[in-house]
Structure formats: structure tokens, C-alpha cells
């Protein structure tokens, strides 16, 4: 499975570099020289008009960047890609996503952190074996982490990713087991 792990923003300078928006907890582990990078342009992006496509030069996103060179300023990356070392091309890349194969990820060290891509799928179910439906996908919110549960009678719903709340998660076993409030499943 592909996980977003930065996109491309505009340009920097003149010489190929651009702004990554870092999208990883671990940018330190995913943005080193020699990092390779699946693309994927997004379905919305505009079909540019920029200088390469005025001089009638046909540029096709690479389906791979290889990292040559990282440094950062204000919480963003400055990034040299190989083979990217002119303005006009780097703007070509603008919003292309930065993608790393989920296999390809060390497990957390903490037996209570999770990749969001390990949770997916899993069974949510009440200490009593009541299946409430699964882990639909997890939200990031401010306060705290959502798990969005698609409720087996159809629907979604919230549910705060807080020890309370969740008090076993076993992935091996593929389910999470939760403890919730009266009504919440209800919202």
C-alpha cells in the first residue's frame, strides 16, 4: 500500500529546487539523500500553462524522484530531486504527491503507536464481542485522533483514539476493542 508522505509545492530559486509539504511524522526517516519517491499526480491538478508547456516542450511527471539533496526553513523542506535542476521544470511537479510503500516502513518502536495503514480494515468490536463495524480510516485531529467507523448497519461514526475509549487495539488479531459512552455510536 502507497502512503502520502509529502507534496510538492512551488518552485524555490532557479535552480530545480521546490517546497515539500511534509505529510510523515517521521520526516527526519523519509526525506534522506537517495530517498526514492513514488508520484502520483492528483486528479484535479490544472494542465499547466507554464514556461515548458509555452516553449510546446512536453514534460510527463516521472513515476519515481529520487531525493538528492534536503535542508529545511519555516517547517517545510527545500528539495533537490535528481535530475530536476531548472525552474521551469520543478514548477511541473507543483502538487504532485510524495508516496512510500508501506512495507517498506520500520514497525514503531512503541507497542502502543500505530501506522494509520495497519489500522484500516480492523474489526471494532465491545469487550462483549459486539461488532460495531470497522476502521474506516483515521482522522488527525487537534485534540486527538479519530477513528472513523463504518458502522456495520450503515453509516459512519467518530470515535476518540484515547485509552479510555479504545483500551485494546491488537492488529494481529485484526480488531480493536472499545469501551464507549452510551449514545456515541448514535451522533
Do not use: C
Not at 32 to 54: C, H, K, L, N, Q
Not at 70 to 95: C, K, M, P, S, T
Not at 101 to 123: A, I, K, M, N, Y
Amino acid at each position: 500500500m502507497l502512503l502520502v508522505v509529502g507534496q510538492i509545492g512551488k518552485p524555490h530559486g532557479i535552480r530545480g529546487e521546490v517546497s515539500v509539504v511534509v505529510r510523515t511524522d517521521e520526516p527526519e526517516e523519509r526525506f534522506v539523500p537517495g530517498s526514492v519517491f513514488v508520484t502520483e499526480v492528483p486528479r484535479d491538478r490544472r494542465v499547466s500553462t507554464g514556461p515548458a508547456a509555452v516553449s510546446g516542450v512536453k514534460f510527463d511527471v516521472p513515476k519515481q524522484l529520487v531525493l538528492e539533496s534536503i535542508r529545511w526553513h519555516q517547517g517545510r523542506g527545500i528539495a533537490v530531486f535528481e535530475n530536476i535542476y531548472d525552474r521551469n521544470v520543478a514548477e511541473e511537479l507543483r502538487g504532485v504527491f510524495l508516496q512510500v510503500d508501506s512495507d517498506e516502513l520500520t514497525p514503531p518502536d512503541d507497542p502502543d503507536e500505530f501506522h494509520d495503514h495497519q489500522l484500516v480494515g480492523l474489526r471494532v468490536e465491545s469487550a462483549d464481542g459486539t461488532v460495531h463495524g470497522s476502521v474506516e480510516r483515521i482522522e488527525h485531529a487537534p485534540s486527538s485522533d479519530l477513528i472513523v467507523l463504518k458502522k456495520t448497519g450503515g453509516g459512519t461514526a467518530l470515535i476518540p483514539f484515547v485509552s479510555a475509549m479504545v483500551p485494546t487495539v491488537d492488529v494481529a488479531g485484526g480488531r480493536i476493542v472499545v469501551d464507549l459512552p452510551e449514545g456515541l455510536l448514535d451522533l
